[in-house]
Structures are given as C-alpha cells and as structure tokens.
C-alpha cells in the first residue's frame, strides 16, 4: 500500500515537473507581446527556440515572429503586435508578433 503511495507521488512529481517546464517561456512570450518598445538586437541563439535577445536577460522566441529577416544590430520599434525593423536608421521591413495563447494549459499542448 505505502509502495503504491510513492509510486503516484513520484507519478505526479514528474508530471508537475513536465507540465511547469515551459512556464517561463508562455510568461516570457505574454510580456513581450503587451510591451511597447524601441529595442535594438543584441544577440540571436539558437537552442529549444530561437532566441532574440535585445538585453543581456530579455528575449522573445522568433517562432512568435512574422515578418522581414531579423539580424543582430538591427533595431525594433514595437507598438502592441505590430513590428517595425530599423537598419543603421532607414526602415527596413515590418513584422508581426504572433497574440499568445489565452493561457498556459492551451499554450502546453498547442491548441
């Protein structure tokens, strides 16, 4: 009887664990979208997502981007989803973040 306790215990940990993996980025994904800013990108890795970072710490996934190419040194003017892209101060393309989820159980599976 105690076995099987820890069986479901351990069971739901792992599931917990799973399900709470990809918090951060749905959170992560939210601010940005809400944010108005003039950012300039400072970096762009490759790694679960693609990541385009415009601070040391602060990014958004270019999966939730639709638009012109992206570089680094480019600067971004956003205003609610809408994306302008600067280069060296001469627009240079539009883009689109793509409204997340409406909340993160939806965002988990990909519904």
């Not at 890795?45 to 939730?64: A, H, I, M, P, Q």
Request: aromatic residues 20%; contains cysteine; proline residues 1%.
């Amino acid at each position: 009887m105690l076995k099987n306790i820890w069986r479901g215990i351990i069971i739901i940990g792992i599931f917990c664990l799973i399900f709470f993996s990809k918090w951060n980025d749905y959170k992560n994904n939210v601010e940005f979208y809400k944010k108005e800013a003039n950012i300039s990108i400072k970096k762009i890795v490759e790694s679960r997502g693609t990541k385009v970072y415009y601070n040391s710490e602060d990014f958004f996934y270019l999966e939730t981007y639709n638009g012109d190419k992206l570089e680094v040194g480019d600067s971004i003017s956003k205003k609610n989803e809408k994306i302008e892209i600067f280069t060296n101060g001469t627009l240079t393309g539009y883009g689109q973040i793509k409204k997340p989820k409406e909340n993160y159980f939806i965002y988990f599976f990909g519904w």
